[in-house]
């Protein structure tokens, strides 16, 4: 069986293959063992670390989410467990509320039912460095240390204590959004939570601010309805149905564990996250004044920077994964922190992906513009900054595709791609290659969590985009669908 290694966003594997009950029992004693040899220095003191402990509605995820309580008090923590699946970001919202030492939550995000696992949260509420979750899987391989087996320093008795941390969360939340302005001109919203965990929590204050809110896929299903439970334009063909049939001003999603969003705008249409992002910038900026670093991943769409340019706002360019962003976050004033897969966070808030904060951020554009998403893209956006065009492919990685992708892409040295000239290359995650003309590239990377390669793509024009997709896929043999 392969060791356990933290990805990008946690700890993941097939439920009863990598991710069984003795292999989650040995990440919860590592992630014991961690704290408590974190904690040493306060020896002598009376304390006894706290740790909010959650998950999603996956299969055994609340029971597992008890083990695990039960577990880390017998370790002399006390335990505050989550009285129902609770949303990730309420999870990392509540740790820094509290003033707890981390939060252990199961979920396996946007992964299909087959899989769960295991997301740690420091003190800060952001997804864990690469040095924490190294110090954890040594721990979890009993590389550690024997010493590590000690009980917390106080010697306190440990407990676990039931938890709502939705109110704080929603309350703290009312800093961010304009709430003010949704109840002027209440848009009219389909939302779709992926039986996830958003359920009752974003329709729920949608509706209490005046908003007419119909959720779809509204009950817990470990399943997803069979399908993975994803936000992205494929998985949001239903919610664009519903926003047609019924006229609504927008359609919002999260995925299963409400850190990710999904939009679809008044036409129907899927917005890309590459859209969203600089559209919701230049209003942060302009509606609400507020200023400061912007962050994205390598993976996301330049836009973005030719909006903060636009506005005088400096940008940070990182691998991907969030905790990178979360990363920033921690160390300087970010009004938007964003990448591709779905992923936001904004000044003032948790250092974590937040789908809930986004979804609701676009109604509020809808209600104080008094247009839909479209009409703003089509209207202001593209005309101000200009349009590029973004593509995301996901290739599953069987051996042979496995071995021209690494040789003619990752290790090679390319020169032209496509008949344009390769500008520079970045290895930092993957390989992205800059080309001719400005704002066109190209972004390999293998995936932290799954299986696959990610291929990325963006152009300013949809013909340049396709003799991309083409390039690339000659290469390494395989034509696989990509959404633009």
Sequence with gaps: ?????????????????????????????????????????????????????????????????????????????????????????????????????????????????????IKFSPFHGGPAGKDVTDAIERHAAGGAGQEDDAGPASGAKGRVETRDFIPAYLEDLGALIGWDRIRRCPPRVVYDPFYGTGRGVLDASLRRHGCAVRTIHDRRDPLFGGKRPEPCEEGLRQLSEEVVRSGASVGLSTDGDADRFGIVDETGAFVQPHDYLPLLLEYLVLEKGWRGLVVRSLSTGSLMDRVARAHDLPVLET?????????????????????????????????????????????EMVSARGKGLRAQLEGDLWPTYGRLHNLRMDVDLEDDTMSLLMERLVRAEPRELAGLPVLSVDRRDGVKLYLEPEDTWVLVRLSGTEPLARLFFQAADTGTLDRLVDSVTSMISVKQDGKR
């Design 1 to 117: 069986m392969t060791a356990i290694r933290f990805g990008t966003s946690g700890w993941r594997g097939i439920i009863g293959r990598e991710f069984t009950f003795d292999r989650v029992e040995k990440v919860i004693d590592a992630i014991a063992a961690f704290l408590l040899a974190e904690d040493r220095p306060a020896a002598g003191l009376h304390y006894q670390p706290t740790v909010c402990v959650g998950g999603d509605t996956r299969f055994l995820s609340p029971e597992l989410s008890a083990m695990a309580a039960e577990r880390l008090a017998s370790r002399g923590f006390l335990a505050l467990l989550s009285d129902r699946p609770v949303p990730t970001p309420v999870l990392s919202h509540a740790v820094r509320k509290i003033g707890a030492r981390a939060a252990v939550n199961f979920t396996a995000s946007h992964n299909p039912a087959l899989y769960n696992g």
């Design 319 to 363: 691998p991907v994964g969030f905790k990178y962003l979360g990363a920033a976050m921690l160390e300087q004033d970010v009004v938007l922190a964003g990448e591709e897969s779905g992923g936001m966070s904004v000044l003032g808030h948790v250092p974590e992906k937040d789908g809930i904060l986004a979804c609701l951020l676009a109604a």
